[in-house]
């Protein structure tokens, strides 16, 4: 295990195995089983990590429910549970070189990128939550009935909440995740992804220190299909909050349906049109199709994976691309001049390598990248890649590949472009590119995505709504919505005549 001396999180990497927080103890796995986490650009081990089973969901949740129960956390003074969650943000803050060190070592991610976005974002996502401790007020009715009653609404928590995260944005997902649940005053039982689990960890030592009650936040790193599926069917779990593959979502929703039909919110897979018109500001629209596609290595739900060009400016905006492509700077995250790290895992490696070959022998003009790049044989490195010519029935233009390849198709004018652009089983965003603002608000209107970007890309703020239309989820996460996926309303009715 290689880890540099003077990176500020060789601390916390030297203290091994990492254990599962569970009723406010750092405990190992009932089956003292642990799994390797590996730095993608490398292939070595980073870590270990105590493997949480079906035994460590079931503690888990038993010290949620008993933190829930005994309202130690949600009877808290509003103000007092704020604080807690402001300082947590303060905290991240603080340690944001820890913590970016650590995301890039886990996942791959360029450095620049985990300190100057996943970092603040997630202490600020904290913070924005903080401050809705104090504001989750009801409402009053007025009612028409013959009589005099007093109808009124609460907001209370749904009691013990389950989440499940990718391992795309360890940090950022679980911040999105655990800071609107614990400020609605649940419980939690947080199962990050088995391929990123350090960064949860760091963050459950972050609220240790901040003085959360034991119990109400419990970290439990383990596989898919025995963690979190357990988590999933767990009879004692009132909500399942997952991220993830529709797939998966799928199973989730199933689990629920088989088990006590807790509430669920999924925020699942995209295939995102990115679309520029021939008046677009094309030198913009370009860049921004780049990083809408290969930030983060196309490991993003939210990818623009399929460009839509106007064919007036199709070869001049795919020559565009290219040359931009050409100069990209592929290495490990660790380095601040990388622009493209690793994919997360060799598995994820060859599942885009694997897309690649489909795209070609389905026809698609291959016009950059496409292989793994010379000299960074030893991590899991895939090109940025570029498909011209790509028909909307191929499997590139259908399927997420979550990985850096973008399938561009050309379209005629407004009409040809809407049908070609919804046209997927997925509507989590869309990218417009355009200088008429009546196109861009027409367009944005008949796109089927639950957020449309104009002239801009990838912007997320702890305030913006974030979650899909059709198959790329249920629910909205982030802003004021997020508190509607973790409390219950109830409403009182008082005869006072
Ligand atoms: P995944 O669905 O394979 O895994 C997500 C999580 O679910 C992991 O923690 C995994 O351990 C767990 N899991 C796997 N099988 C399970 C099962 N049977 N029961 C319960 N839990 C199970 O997804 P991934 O490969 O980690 O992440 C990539 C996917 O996540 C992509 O599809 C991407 O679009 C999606 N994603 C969506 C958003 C969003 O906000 N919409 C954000 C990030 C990622």
């Known amino acids: 295990m290689a880890i540099a001396e003077d990176l500020e999180i060789a601390a916390f990497l030297k203290g091994q195995p990492k254990k599962l927080f569970i009723g406010g103890r750092w405990v190992e796995a009932a089956s003292g089983k642990t799994f390797e986490t590996l730095n993608p650009a490398t292939g070595e081990v980073l870590a ?3 493997e949480g089973g079906a035994d460590d969901i079931d503690r888990a949740v038993a010290a949620a429910r008993a933190s829930f129960d005994r309202g130690t956390w949600r009877d808290l003074p509003p103000s007092e549970r704020a604080k807690v969650l402001w300082q947590v943000g303060d905290m991240i803050e603080e340690r ?27 202490a600020a996502t904290f913070r924005y939550y903080a401050g809705w401790v104090t504001k989750l007020d009801g409402a009053t009715q007025q ?44 419980s939690v039982v947080l199962k990050p992804s088995e391929e990123t689990p350090l960064s949860a960890l760091l963050l ?38 997952f991220t993830g593959s529709t797939e998966v979502g799928k199973l989730i929703a199933k689990a629920s349906a088989e088990s006590n039909l807790k509430r669920v919110s999924l925020e699942l897979g995209g295939k ?37 060009v106007q064919e007036k400016v199709y070869d001049q905006a795919l020559d565009q691309l290219v040359q931009t492509v050409k100069e990209a700077r592929i290495g490990p995250g660790i ?23 489909t795209g070609s022998q389905e026809g698609a003009r291959l016009l ?48 040809d472009l809407v049908a070609k652009a919804n046209s997927t089983i997925y509507g989590l965003v869309a ?67």
């Open 48 to 50: 270990k990590v105590a």
């Open 204 to 241: 459950a030592e972050l609220l240790q220190e901040a003085e959360l009650p034991a119990g109400v936040l419990n970290v439990v790193p383990g596989r898919g299909e025995t963690a979190g599926a357990r988590l999933a069917a767990h009879p004692d779990v009132d909500k399942i909050a």
């Open 143 to 186: 009612i028409s009935l013959p009589g005099n009653y007093l109808s009124y609404t609460l907001r209370e928590p749904i009691g013990v909440v389950g989440q499940i995260i990718p391992w795309n944005f360890p940090l950022l997902m679980a911040a999105w995740k655990i800071a609107p649940a614990l400020a609605c005053g649940n």
């Open 431 to 497: 990218g417009v590119w355009t200088e008429n603002v009546s196109r861009a608000h027409r367009v944005a209107h008949a796109l089927k995505a639950g957020t449309v970007y104009v002239n801009c890309y990838h912007i997320v703020d702890a305030v913006t709504p974030w979650g899909g239309y059709k198959q790329s989820g249920w629910g909205r996460e982030l802003g004021p919505y997020a508190l509607d996926l973790y409390t219950e309303l109830k409403n009182v009715i008082v005869d006072i005549s």
């Open 335 to 357: 380095d601040p001049v990388t622009q493209m790290g690793p994919l997360v895992s060799k598995t994820q490696m060859e599942r885009v390598l694997g897309y690649i070959r």
């Open 368 to 415: 950059a990248g496409g292989h793994r790049p010379g000299g960074l044989d030893s991590g899991y490195f895939v090109e940025p890649t570029v498909f011209a010519d790509v028909d909307g029935k191929m499997r590139i233009a259908r399927e997420e590949i979550f990985g850096p390849v973008v399938a561009a198709i050309p379209f005629s004018d407004e009409d």
């Open 272 to 308: 995102s049109p990115n679309i520029v018109f021939a008046d677009a500001d094309l030198t913009k629209a370009v860049s921004g199709v780049f990083f809408g596609i290969f930030f983060n290595q196309g490991q993003v739900c939210s990818a623009g994976s399929r460009l839509f």
């Open 96 to 122: 944001a070189t820890e913590f970016a060190q650590l995301e890039t070592l886990d996942n791959g991610m360029p450095i620049n990128d985990a300190l100057l976005f996943h970092a603040p974002l997630a």
